[in-house]
């Protein structure tokens, strides 16, 4: 059973930043692809960003240039950084990890808050 766990979310304000981490049960080079997605009120879950277990990433454009995804493949631990926070980025952040097309895990959320 994989299990993921995020930590780091929180209250900022505008302009401020955030690291996101995914905490994964084993050796998250299985892992095809690795993901942050959110969900704001309201709206349907969106990608972030991705990383592949190659080390390819892809980013959604609203965050392109202020959000960076990386990995510690020593400590099985996903980051998220997050710079020049906007009041719209505010949303529940999921961490996602991919063995195959037909298996998908998610964390359980962490809340991000970004005051204006």
């Known amino acids: 059973q994989v299990q993921l766990v995020e930590s780091g979310g929180g209250l900022v304000q505008a302009g401020g930043f955030l690291r996101l981490s995914c905490a994964a049960s084993?050796?998250?080079?299985?892992?095809?692809?690795m993901g942050w997605y959110r969900q704001a009120p309201g709206k349907q879950r969106e990608l972030v960003a991705t990383?592949?277990?190659?080390?390819?990433?892809i980013y959604a454009d609203s965050v392109k240039g202020r959000f960076t995804i990386s990995r510690d493949t020593a400590k099985n631990t996903m980051y998220l950084q997050m710079n020049s926070l906007k009041p719209e980025d505010t949303a529940v952040y999921y961490c996602?990890?991919?063995?195959?097309?037909?298996?998908?895990?998610w964390g359980q959320g962490t809340q991000v808050t970004v005051s204006s």
């Open positions: 996602n990890a991919q063995l195959t097309t037909s298996l998908n895990y």
């Open positions: 990383i592949t277990s190659g080390g390819s990433t």
């Open positions: 084993g050796n998250i080079l299985r892992f095809s692809v």
